[in-house]
């Protein structure tokens, strides 16, 4: 492997957690313009500020039904997606890392897609000369909340079996809350204040997966043994073409192509009715699992 190559991993928070698009696509222009901005002074947040005005655009493009519009507005959601990769990479490249700024990446994505929704909703209202599809844009708007914010505990979970290291940003309600405490008042306190809940119910959500944490913390503490993380994450990759369904480019495929046949309520259901499926079934199976990882 060379160097080039091995700076492009560690840009990366795991190659078993990205998936295809990301690998093939995404990743590698992002760790090119991580590179590039690496000594000019252009911080990782800088990055995300820039990515939410161009994700929050796209509203704007998908509003009318105009191909031209409509195809500017997935192009601008692409290039906002790159930027989101580049804050991550040029954070692990440049070791620039904080909460506040991992925060402020997680509402980058809720950002474009509420715009996006909102846009939808405005768009349908006018077609079919009714308000009830924002009643449908809010449904979609916090089942999409909900099934990013588990998506994000199952990789950063993966993350952690990886290694203490890689897992990071892998938090006890305990730290975040000792954290938040900690903190002088401020902005930054509050992004950790809506960063705690977001954990909490993460934590409320996972039962099983809390027992089995807790009886792993209780026999090993912060050690757990390589076999059992390798055991661990084995049976964790297996469900993650589920939970791939759940992200970014999962959604996105989808939406794409309701944008570009004209017919956006399409997007809706798929988000109220199939990815809320989706993530069920990723829940139940990695409840299962947890549950038969505690008692093995």
Known sequence: MSDLDKEYEASLKSIETENKIDRIFYRPIGFRIACMLRGTGITPNMVTIISIFVGAAVGYFFYPDNLIYNICGIL????????????????????????????????????????????FALRLSHEYHTYWFFALAVVSGFSHLFQANITDYYKTLHLYFISKEKGAEFQTIEQVRARHKSMKYGINKFFYFLYRGYTLLQIVATPSLQEMLQSLHDKYGDDIPDDIRADFRKQSRQLMKLIDLLTFNGRTIVMFIVVLIGQVWIYFVYEVVVLNFVLWLAMNKHEKMCAAFYKK
Do not use: E, H, M, P
Not at 109 to 118: H, L, Q, R, S
């Open 76 to 119: 601008l959601l692409i290039a906002a997606n790159i930027l989101d990769c580049v804050d991550g990479q040029l954070a692990r490249l440049t070791g620039i890392k904080s909460a506040v700024g991992r925060i402020l990446d997680g509402l980058a994505g809720d950002i474009w897609f509420a715009c996006i929704y909102v846009a």
